[in-house]
């Protein structure tokens, strides 16, 4: 319950206002839940100046800032979250970022690397898929859609209805 949630942040900020992980996560409910575009920053930006390295405060304020169109300022977060943890998650949210920013190419190429560091991570493959489709490149496009029938469990006949039609 985001109630809940949100008294459980309020009292952990009150008890440690230097709790840059209740903090982020009190940015995103701003975010996400009240729209308040303008306090979640100010939470984000706090976090990140209690910890730099908090890899997670760092992502959220990238998130944040990519939904308000200051994607410059959304990469050079995103990327400061993939020096502190060069997780594939973190490298994954910066492909978000960027087929956001309808930076195509930067985009394909970020989750080709994810995905050729953590081939469990499915949801790369549907990126890929979307990304190629917004080009407007059909072969590729096709080529990612099999990729995730094949991941999903398709039949073969499932897979070669696609591939005949």
């Known amino acids: 319950d985001i109630s809940e949630a949100r008294t459980a942040i309020r009292k952990a900020i009150e008890l440690d206002p230097s709790n840059s992980y209740a903090r982020t996560i009190h940015c995103r409910i701003l975010t996400t839940y ?3 575009h303008k306090a979640a920053e100010a939470e984000c930006r706090q976090a990140v100046e209690i910890d730099p390295n908090d890899h997670e405060a760092q992502k ?4 944040l800032l990519n939904s ?4 410059e300022e959304a990469i ?4 400061r979250a993939i020096a502190a943890a060069p997780t594939s998650f ?3 949210s910066k492909g978000l970022i960027l087929y956001h920013s309808r930076r195509y190419d930067e985009a394909i190429a970020m989750f080709q690397q994810v995905d050729a560091t953590d081939s469990e991570f499915k949801e790369t493959t549907r990126w890929l898929m979307r ?4 080009k407007g490149d059909e072969e590729k496009t096709r ?3 099999k990729k995730l029938m094949e991941q999903s469990g ?4 499932e897979i070669r209805e696609l591939e005949e039609s």
Do not use: C, H, P, S
Not at 60 to 63: C, D, R, V
Not at 76 to 79: L, R, W
Not at 154 to 157: E, H, K, L, N, V
């Open 154 to 157: 398709a039949t073969a006949d």
């Open 90 to 92: 973190n490298k994954r």
């Open 68 to 71: 308000l169109g200051r994607e």
């Open 76 to 79: 050079a977060a995103i990327d």
């Open 143 to 145: 080529e990612y859609y």
């Open 34 to 36: 009240d729209w308040d």
């Open 131 to 134: 990304v190629y489709q917004m």
């Open 60 to 63: 959220e304020l990238a998130f």
